[in-house]
């Protein structure tokens, strides 16, 4: 049971949703009308509040914006057929935002202004969540650095705002992604494993070259040797190899995907073979010649499952079986969107309604 907390609302004097057709917008450019804020000042959270969104005035000798000490978190509302809105694994992204507060030095989030803010944000913001069968509301909520200062050190002062945008398919197509052997996302000891504004930012130009070479993504292989395959782009990474999933394993150069977690779920609950160990991309082209690699896939919230038919190593383009053959990560693909819509038995209590 979670506890309100006291949340001062100014509602918008006029809605801009009759303006798009929030079934069909592109990803993370259409904002909901409201957003939600908590300051966080001498030592403790001070207040918190719903306003229109808007701009938020600030400084530019902002801490967050020199040394990076900004943290996020994805995840997503759903509405079914019958308009009932639900979030799909909501404490396991306030369990995460924690995580990432604590390696950045930051304070934590109490779940009652987490999961009070949004559960209010929701509910005035709910004519913007998607009722499509690919749509869902994407929520971004995310903890910035606000000292005005250019000392390095831990800020003092900090906000905590959620804002949100309706969604559809992060990825419209299948990706072609190529193992990247110079760069490196994470390393040992690092911040991989956790959602920090730098991680993405540093992957920016790897990225950019790979467009250039006709490829959406990257696989990040591991720092000291480029031998082990980690992530692809901002997704976990999945292999079905015969009848086995197989993903890297969790460590600190690695994000623990709550995507992740739910497909390997599936796959356990389902009878198969879920493997969390390293993986080489020997392995993966070995596997990829004597046809026993069936399918290839990354994970996010953002993306959900996105689907992999070409890999690009060494100059070379390896073609991935077809999609319409992926049994696994077709039926996840499906058994997840049913989760979510309400159509399937939520065996796993994943879905957190919003009465
Ligand atoms: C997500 O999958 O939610 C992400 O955070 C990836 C991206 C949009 C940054």
């Not at 079934?23 to 908590?38: E, L, R, T």
């Not at 000891?189 to 993504?217: E, W």
């Not at 004597?290 to 919230?301: I, N, S, V």
Request: proline share 5%; hydrophobic share 40%; aromatic share 10%.
């Amino acid at each position: 049971m979670i506890d309100t907390i006291d949340i001062k609302i100014t509602k918008t004097s006029k809605s801009r949703v009759s303006e798009q057709d929030v079934n069909n917008v592109p990803f993370g450019k259409c904002f909901s009308d409201h957003m939600f804020v908590a300051e966080y000042a001498e030592g403790k959270w001070q207040k918190a509040y719903i306003q229109p969104y808007a701009d938020i005035p600030m400084s530019f000798a902002l801490s967050a914006l020199h040394y990076g000490q900004a943290i996020f978190e994805g995840m997503k509302a759903y509405k079914n057929e019958k308009g009932e809105v639900s979030l799909f694994r909501p404490l396991a992204n306030h369990n995460r935002l924690n995580i990432s507060a604590t390696r950045m030095a930051m304070p934590e989030i109490p779940e009652e202004l987490f999961m009070g803010g949004l559960i209010e944000l929701l509910r005035l913001d709910n004519a913007w969540i998607p009722s499509s069968e690919t749509g869902s509301l994407y929520i971004r909520p995310f903890l910035i650095a606000t000292d005005e200062a250019i000392g390095v050190r831990p800020s003092e002062s900090y906000k905590f705002v959620i804002i949100t945008c309706p969604a559809g398919k992060y990825y419209s197509e299948p990706v072609k992604v190529i193992v990247e052997q110079s760069y490196y996302r994470a390393v040992e000891g690092g911040v991989g494993y956790i959602k920090t504004a730098g991680n993405y930012g540093r992957s920016l130009y790897p990225t950019k070259i790979a467009l250039d070479k006709g490829y959406q993504q990257v696989i990040w292989t591991d720092a000291k040797t480029h031998q082990y395959v980690e992530e692809s782009g901002t997704m976990n990474l999945m292999f079905v190899i015969d009848n086995t999933v197989i993903t890297p394993q969790l460590s600190d150069t690695i994000l623990a995907g709550i995507t992740r977690d739910s497909v390997l779920s599936l796959a356990r609950d389902w009878g198969m073979k879920a493997e969390e160990r390293k993986i080489s991309v020997k392995e993966i082209f070995e596997a990829h010649e004597q046809g026993r690699l069936k399918e290839a896939f990354g994970t996010g919230t953002a993306a959900t499952i996105a689907q992999i038919i070409a890999i690009g190593y060494n100059d070379k383009e390896y073609a991935l079986p077809p999609v319409a053959e992926r049994k696994f990560s077709n039926k996840v693909d499906e058994v997840l969107r049913n989760i979510r819509k309400g159509r399937a038995e939520d065996k796993f209590h994943w879905m957190f309604p919003i009465k």
